[in-house]
Structures are given as structure tokens and as C-alpha cells.
């Protein structure tokens, strides 16, 4: 556990560079819903693209609500910046007929990875409930797209519990049932502490799950903002992190703090047997363009004449 002095150290100075390999990376966008946030979202992908990743994954909102949205940018993003897609799949809202005709538009534009959610229920709702004819769960999804045998599938995990679990062991179980039904990785939800990414990887191991589980970033663009997105899904916030931005947004180095833990985070995890990291970008990619470079990935291309 880190102290609020030793990050208040940090947050003056820049990032060390690494010693270790570089990792490979992925990075989570969302679909836009508006004419700025489509520019956003391209300008996020030309930034972010010629970092290399070894896949994308493009978002649905709550209750499936950017279904058509989401097909679009994965489409697009396939096809014009010829990146690995994995786009997101969803119980919510739809029959299994009609999840399953998503996936097969997803394969007809080229895409061969699905992450396999879920997800949330839509506004209103309390929690999800399944479509009279849908899919019930995540691990039913996970079945049917197995089935097919077209895609690689990705699945959520959970660090610490889910709100809607009943304790962590029964998180992990799900988990297991998961990749048993054919999930070959699991990206985590965001955390904040190394420590507690290599807990659940070892409490994984002991539940005799062997596929790769990469752990989720999420570069900090507003402390407020994530605090109380961590808070909603379940993500502990340590003391010591309250107290550190606290200083930094009152000395106006809020951003620079961001960069330096998340650099640490992830350097952290690299020394610990990490190979692959997954970033949430937010649409936003200044900060994980930064963190990157700190960690020692460079740019292989330029996206300057794509289209």
C-alpha cells in the first residue's frame, strides 16, 4: 500500500522510463452520438492507431441503446484503419435471433474478435432483466457465439465485486464459467492498485482458470469523474489517492499525478508477468498516448494519408 506522501513526491516530477519489455496494448472506444463526438472518436483513433494495438474494442451504451452506433464504428474502423476489432455484444434488449444476426453483420464486415457482455440495464431499470426470448446471461451468450465458431470471444472479469454479486468467489466462478463456455480472455474492470489485480489473478489460478486475463486502465482525465464512476461499479479508492489529488488539483498538476501513477500502475503490472494491457481511452487519447510512450511503445506508423 502507498502512502499519500510517497504519490505527492511523484506528482511533481515525470515518469521513469521503463526497464522492462514493452507491453502490447489495446484500447476500449465508444460510439458516437453526436457530430462532435464522431470527431472525437476519429481524432482518438488516428491518435491512438499507430501505437500498435494488438486489438480495439468499440463499446454499447446502457441497455443496448448505441446498438446501430456501435456496428457503424466498429465497420469503419475495421475497414478504414485496418485494425483488429472486437466489438461489443450485449443480453440487453434483443431476442438471441437477433444477437446472433448482429454477430453475423459483425462477421460479414470483417470483425473475428466479440467481447461478450451482459450488460447494463437500461435507464430506468434497477437491474437487468432478460428478454422473454434473449439471452439470460453472459455465459448463455458465450455458448452461442462459440457455437458458431467464428469468433475469438472476450469477457468482462471483475477485480474486486461486482455490485450485483454475491461475494467475490461467486464473481469468479461466473468468470470460469465463462471461459468454459468458450471465452478464450477476460479484460478486468479498472482498479487502482497493482496489489489488487495479482490478488485476483492468483484467486483465478486457484479456481483453475488458465486463459489470459488482461488487466483494464483508465487514465484519469478528471479525478471527480472517476471517483465516482469507481464508486458505481464497485471499484475501492484507496485513502492515500483521495489525499494525492487532492493536492495535485489544488497545485493544478492533477493531469501530470495521472500520468505518473497510471505509468506506475502499469509498470507495476509488467513486472508482476503482465504482457497486455487494456486502456479505456474515453474517446480521449492524450493520456494514454502519454502513458504509452512512458512505457516504452513507440509509433510503428503514420495514419497521415488513411482516409
Known amino acids: 500500500m502507498k502512502s499519500a506522501d510517497q504519490d505527492t513526491k511523484r506528482d511533481a516530477g515525470s515518469p521513469t522510463a521503463p526497464t522492462q519489455p514493452a507491453p502490447r496494448v489495446s484500447f476500449e472506444f465508444f460510439p458516437p452520438q453526436s457530430l462532435e463526438a464522431s470527431f ?62 448482429i454477430a453475423e453483420h459483425y462477421h460479414e464486415a470483417g470483425v473475428r474478435e466479440i467481447v461478450a457482455l451482459r450488460g447494463d ?18 455465459v448463455e451468450l458465450v455458448e452461442a457465439l462459440a457455437a458458431t465458431g467464428r469468433f475469438t470471444i472476450r469477457v468482462g472479469a471483475y477485480p474486486e465485486k461486482h455490485p450485483e ?6 464473481d469468479i466462478e461466473f468468470l470460469k464459467r465463462k471461459i468454459d463456455a468458450g471465452a478464450s480472455s477476460a479484460i478486468t474492470q479498472f482498479f487502482f492498485e497493482a496489489e489488487t489485480f495479482f490478488r485476483f489473478r492468483d484467486a483465478c489460478v486457484k479456481a483453475g482458470i488458465d ?17 465516482k464512476f469507481a464508486l458505481r461499479c ?35 503490472l509488467i513486472e508482476g508477468g503482465v504482457e497486455d494491457l487494456h486502456f479505456y481511452t474515453l474517446n480521449r487519447p492524450h493520456l494514454t498516448r502519454t502513458i504509452c510512450h512512458a512505457l516504452g511503445i513507440e509509433p510503428r506508423a503514420s495514419l497521415e494519408n488513411v482516409a
Request: hydrophobic share 40%; with cysteine.
Open 234 to 268: 464497485g471499484t475501492s479508492v484507496p485513502a492515500w489517492l483521495d489525499e494525492a489529488y487532492e493536492k495535485a488539483i489544488r497545485d493544478g498538476r492533477e493531469e501530470l499525478l495521472s500520468i505518473s501513477l497510471a505509468t506506475e500502475l502499469c509498470s507495476d
Open 165 to 170: 454479486a454475491e461475494s467475490h468467489a461467486a
Open 40 to 101: 472525437r472518436l476519429w481524432e482518438t483513433v488516428r491518435t491512438l492507431a499507430p501505437l500498435g494495438p494488438r486489438f480495439v474494442s468499440v463499446t454499447y451504451g446502457a441497455g443496448g441503446t448505441t446498438r446501430d452506433l456501435t456496428h457503424e464504428a466498429v465497420a469503419t474502423i475495421h475497414k478504414h484503419y485496418g485494425l483488429n476489432v472486437a466489438a461489443h455484444l450485449t443480453c440487453v434488449n434483443a431476442s438471441r435471433a437477433e444477437t446472433l444476426e
Open 211 to 227: 486463459a489470459p486475463i488482461i488487466p483494464g486502465i483508465l487514465p484519469i482525465e478528471s479525478w471527480k469523474g472517476a471517483r
Open 121 to 138: 440495464a437500461p435507464k430506468g431499470q434497477a437491474k437487468f432483466t432478460p428478454h422473454p426470448e434473449g439471452f439470460a446471461s453472459s
